[in-house]
């Protein structure tokens, strides 16, 4: 499975942006399509995750509300539509996905096989 991830860029706080992530491969056995991110100096964390099969969406409580993943009909592209963006946003994002990832370890970034190579978001003040 391979992911490319596309979609940042400079943005001024209280804007939009939306990132994609592209899967190519054998992706029949994804369990999970998760977003990730890694600011500046600090661990990669969290952002949001959506449930192949059934289309279920968790979230990170720091981006709930202006933050919404989704995918296309055809099950190969992953969005995430940022609203409301923050400077505390700026950061690389990564799309990962895996076929051995369960809900307790959505937020767990070892629990994923396959990783997307990063797209740099930046919010100005």
């Known amino acids: 499975v391979q992911l490319q991830a596309s979609g940042g860029g400079l943005v001024q706080a209280g804007g939009s942006l939306r990132l994609s992530c592209a899967a190519s491969g054998c992706t029949i056995n994804t369990r999970f399509m998760s977003w990730f991110r890694q600011a500046p100096g600090k661990e990669q964390e969290f952002v949001a995750a959506m449930k192949w099969s059934g289309g279920n969406t968790y979230y990170a409580d720091s981006v709930k509300g202006r933050f919404t993943i989704s995918r296309d009909n055809a099950k190969t592209t992953v969005y995430l539509q940022m609203n409301s963006l923050r400077p505390e946003d700026t950061a690389i994002y990564y799309c990962?996905?895996?076929?051995?990832?369960?809900?307790?370890?959505?937020?767990?970034?070892?629990?994923?096989?396959?990783w997307g190579q990063g797209t740099q978001v930046t919010v100005s003040s």
């Open positions: 990962a996905s895996g076929p051995s990832v369960i809900h307790s370890q959505l937020a767990t970034r070892t629990a994923y096989a396959y």
